[in-house]
C-alpha cells in the first residue's frame, strides 16, 4: 500500500504494523478454514480479523490491540461526557449536602451563579476530567476483557444461555477496579465543588486534602463508591446490552449487520439513555452516602442516614440525577461506539456473548 500523506488522527499502538497485502493474504486464508458463521462484521469478510478503515494494519479481535482501542475509546467516553454535565454534577452534589439552600434545581444555578460567577458552573472539571477518564478506561477496556474471560470459561453454550450473568459479572469485576483509579479524585471534586474557598482546583486540592486526612482519606469514600457504581455499572452494561438486543430483534426490520452505522450508533445512544434511568435509581442512595461523606471530616455512614433519613437517601437531587446520569449514558454509548467504529470495531449489543477462543470471529 502506498503511503498516505494524511497522518492518522490514532495512536500507533491501536494497530498492528503488518501490511495490508498480509491483511488480505490472512483474511482470505482463515475465510476459507473457519466455518460458515452468522452475523459477521463485515458480510464479505468471515475472518475475526477486522480491518481499520483509512489506517493501515489491522485490529485483532480480543487482541492487545483491541483491549487497548477499547480502553481508549473508554477514556473518550467517560472522561468527555462528565466533564460536560460538571455544572449539573455541581448543583446535585450542593442538593445532596444543603437542601435548604440548594432548594431545587433552578434555584440552586441561581445560587451558584450570584455566589461564584458563571465561572463557578465549572468548579472541579480537572479532577473529574481525570478521575472518569481512568474510570472509563479501566470500565470499559476490563468489561471487554472480563466479557470474552467469562464467556470463555461458560463455554459457548452456557455463554449464550446466561449472557445476562455475563455482561453482569464482567461489568462488577471491571468496576471494582475502576473505582479504585477513580476513587482519590472524586473525594478532591466533591470537597472542592461544595466547600466553597476549600481549593480552587485538583493541583492545589489534593495536597490539601491529603494534609488534612492523610494519603489514605483519599479512599475514605471507597465502599460507598463502589456501592454507588457497581450496581450502577451492573444496570448499565447488562440494561444496555439487553435492551439494544431488543430493539434489533423486534424495533428493527432487519438483521444488524445490514443496518448502517448511523442507524447502528443512534441505537446505542437509545439503549445507553434508557439503561441510564435505570442507573441513576439503583445507585442514588450511595451517591448521596458518597457526596456527604468526602464533604464531611470524620463523618460515617451513620451520620449521613441519621441527617438525611431513608428517604432523602433515596430521593435527595434523584430527579436531576436521571436527566444527568440518562444522558450521560446515552451520550457515552453514542462515542464509545463511534470510537470502535472508526477504528474498524463494530459496535456494542445485538448478539450473544463472544464466542471461546476455539471461534474467534468479529460479531455484530
Known amino acids: 500500500m502506498e503511503n498516505s500523506p494524511r497522518q492518522s488522527l490514532l495512536p500507533s499502538f491501536l494497530y498492528s504494523p503488518s501490511s495490508s497485502s498480509s491483511f488480505f493474504t490472512n483474511s482470505k486464508t482463515l475465510s476459507a478454514a473457519a466455518p460458515e458463521t452468522t452475523n459477521v ?10 480491518p481499520a478503515p483509512n489506517e493501515p494494519g489491522k485490529i485483532e479481535m480480543y487482541s492487545p490491540q483491541f483491549y487497548a482501542a477499547c480502553t481508549f475509546g473508554g477514556i473518550l467516553s467517560c472522561g468527555l461526557t462528565h466533564m460536560a454535565v460538571t455544572p449539573l454534577d455541581l448543583v446535585k452534589c450542593n442538593m445532596q449536602i444543603d437542601p435548604a439552600k440548594y432548594k431545587s434545581i433552578s434555584s440552586g444555578f441561581g445560587v451558584l451563579l450570584k455566589e461564584q460567577g458563571a465561572r463557578g ?11 472518569y477518564s ?28 446466561y449472557k445476562t450473568l455475563i455482561y453482569l459479572a464482567g461489568s ?25 474557598g476549600f481549593a480552587r482546583g485538583l493541583s ?10 492523610g494519603p489514605l482519606g483519599l479512599y475514605k469514600g471507597l465502599v460507598p463508591l463502589w456501592g454507588r457504581q457497581i450496581p450502577y ?13 431488543l430493539i434489533y430483534k423486534h424495533a428493527v426490520p432487519k438483521p444488524k449487520n445490514e443496518c448502517s452505522k448511523p442507524m447502528q450508533l443512534g441505537i446505542s445512544f437509545a439503549g445507553g439513555y434508557i439503561a441510564g434511568v435505570f442507573c441513576a435509581i439503583v445507585s442514588h442512595p450511595a451517591d448521596n452516602l458518597v457526596s456527604f461523606l468526602n464533604n464531611a471530616k470524620g463523618a460515617t ?3 449521613a442516614v441519621q441527617k438525611m433519613g431513608v428517604v432523602g437517601l433515596f430521593t435527595r437531587g434523584l430527579p436531576l440525577r436521571i436527566v444527568m446520569i440518562g444522558t450521560l449514558t446515552g451520550a457515552q454509548w453514542g462515542i464509545y461506539d463511534a470510537f470502535k467504529v472508526f477504528v474498524g470495531l463494530p459496535t456494542t449489543g445485538g448478539v450473544a456473548p463472544a464466542a471461546p477462543a476455539d471461534s474467534e470471529v468479529a460479531k455484530v
Open 121 to 131: 458552573f465549572f468548579r472541579g472539571w480537572v479532577p473529574t476530567l481525570l478521575g
Open 204 to 213: 492545589d486540592g489534593l495536597p490539601k486534602f491529603v494534609r488534612s486526612e
Open 233 to 245: 455499572t451492573m444496570m448499565k452494561f447488562a440494561s444496555f446490552e439487553t435492551i439494544v438486543e
Open 301 to 303: 455512614v451513620g451520620d
Open 172 to 196: 462488577a469485576s471491571a468496576e471494582v477496579i475502576a473505582d479504585v483509579a477513580l476513587c482519590p479524585f472524586e473525594a478532591v471534586k466533591v470537597r472542592v465543588q461544595t466547600q466553597p
Open 41 to 50: 462484521l463485515p458480510s464479505s469478510n468471515k475472518s475475526f480479523l477486522v
Open 134 to 161: 481512568a474510570q472509563g478506561a479501566c470500565k470499559f477496556g476490563f468489561y471487554e476483557f472480563f466479557k470474552k474471560y467469562y464467556s470463555d470459561l461458560a463455554g459457548a453454550e452456557n455463554a449464550a444461555k
